[in-house]
């Protein structure tokens, strides 16, 4: 693990971390960043122009196999603004949940903004959130803003509004429907880890798992602001298999990622008091998801059908599925064939 400092806040300095007036708390921005060598100084930009103070920065690569970590330090070589400045890579690549988690630890701030190495935070961001956050006595442990999609040619598109999180003020609002969140533009309060502890490592992403800790804590608002220009195309896109091969490896990923997101809402939903109904409301998708393991861990062919066979909590057409693609991949083919014809006639000009 590297670590850089750049240009300590002269109060911090001076007064210590714990000093920094209540009124004008310290907050820390945590920006991740894996393979994106090209839009990252972007990013970097845009964290190093907010207008808040008191600010300290952490900008942390995830084991980029590319340039991205030297990109991240040619953007902040020449920086000479008041921001407390802290660099960081890991020496092995551990996803997004935990290494947002190891950037909480390393931060000192009482408010936690998310910023993505793809997207773009508005210079006020962290003024306008912070103003919120006072205006509503400290209370909300989540806040997320508003977005404006980008794409990959830089041109700004819709405003995107994610679900209103005033309406989940209980365990029974956030299991009848799911929030539709976007991580990116999401600021979290120190109290959640505090209450709740680091996010386990393995899960694909933590918006979920930190909107449901803030449900069942202080609450969480929106401020309906666009604050965040968020990219399209980039980590979080939707992909497109081209072979039997990729998407079945997809498959195990996401099966990976589905259960420790679930081994983690459990986690939480006891320490906030309600493990036992998170059980029964979890117990099919856990399920399906342990019957997807099993079903591509299993070696044999008469263990793969003895399986999809004695399971009774799965859907039979969800067990032949994903039956067929652990054991007889080959059933799809034709199918992603077609799908790569049918897109090489899409990219031919006309």
Known sequence: MTLIFLNMLDQVTERGLDAVPSQRP??????????QEHVIADAVRSVLAQTYSPLEILISDDCSPDRT???IKESVRDYAGPHRIVL???SSNRGISAHLSLLAQMSHGELLFVAAGDDISAPE???????YWLAHDCKPDLIATDLIALDNHGKTHEQLSPTNLANYQTFDDWVAR???VVGASHTWTRRLFARFGD????????DQIMTFRAVMTGGALNLREPLVLYRHGGLSRKRHWNSVKDFTARIRQTNAFALAEITQLQ????????????REVLAPKLARENYTRDVFAIGSLGSKTRLMMKTRRVKLGFRIRMFLYAAFPCVYAPFFGAKRLLGGRRRVPR
């Open 26 to 35: 310290l907050v820390s921005v945590l920006l991740i960043a894996y393979k």
């Open 69 to 71: 970590f030297e990109v």
């Open 88 to 90: 960081n890579r890991n």
């Open 125 to 131: 961001r962290c003024d306008r959130v912070v103003n």
């Open 178 to 180: 799911r929030p539709h």
């Open 199 to 206: 996010m386990m490592p393995g899960a694909m992403a933590e």
């Open 267 to 278: 986690q939480d939903a006891e320490a906030a008091g309600v493990g036992g109904k998170m």
